[in-house]
């Protein structure tokens, strides 16, 4: 466990409660397989704005009400060709995990820290996503397939549509098994 990352989760935790696993998802650029989709996607919408918004602006005479309306497809073709990635980047840097003997912990936030806290005896659904690295992601709960293709894209208002998760963290599949023996530890401790 890092040091700066368990004095981030360390506060949360509750009376009794011990810290098993700390750590935060990788850093950097990271391309997700949504990212085959939304790449491409991107560019023509990006691509198709900045030709509209070039055309206006060059063509004489053309009605100031064409000039502005291109604009805001301008910025959202933008962010979604790079924005994107510094919004998903900035986001996993602040961004910690913890696993407890009682729950998993997230913490982030853009703005405002978030915390979400989910108990390891009632969560039934725990899915892990291995990368031959080893790194990968660990998903709490059931997913939406409706929202699937967006995890992970830094889309404002998807994260409150998709499932919990730890992603994309080192050692994926040593932290999924540190989840699994505390929670049938938990489950022991509560009969």
């Not at 919408?45 to 009400?65: D, L, R």
Request: aromatic fraction near 14%; hydrophobic fraction near 45%; proline fraction near 6%.
């Amino acid at each position: 466990m890092s040091f700066d990352v368990e004095n981030q989760v360390r506060p949360e935790l509750g009376r009794g409660e011990r810290l098993l696993w700390s750590g935060m998802p990788s850093q950097g650029l990271v391309l997700r397989p949504s990212d085959a989709l939304m790449v491409p996607f991107s560019l023509l919408w990006g691509g198709f704005a900045i030709f509209w918004e070039y055309s206006v602006v060059t063509s004489k005479g053309a009605p100031v009400f064409f000039t502005l309306w291109g604009v805001p497809f301008v910025l959202v073709g933008l962010y979604m060709i790079f924005g994107r990635f510094f919004v998903d980047s900035y986001l996993r840097a602040r961004t910690y995990y913890g696993v407890t003997d009682q729950r998993v912990i997230i913490l982030s936030g853009l703005a405002s820290r978030e915390v979400k806290s989910i108990a390891l005896q009632g969560l039934n659904d725990i899915s892990l996503n291995e990368r031959s690295d080893g790194s990968g992601s660990i998903t709490f709960g059931p997913s939406n397939p409706m929202y699937a293709m967006w995890s992970g894209t830094a889309w404002p208002g998807t994260a409150k549509k998709i499932a919990p998760a730890f992603e994309p963290i080192a050692e994926a599949r040593r932290v999924y098994n540190i989840i699994r023996e505390a929670q049938a530890g938990a489950g022991r401790n509560k009969v």
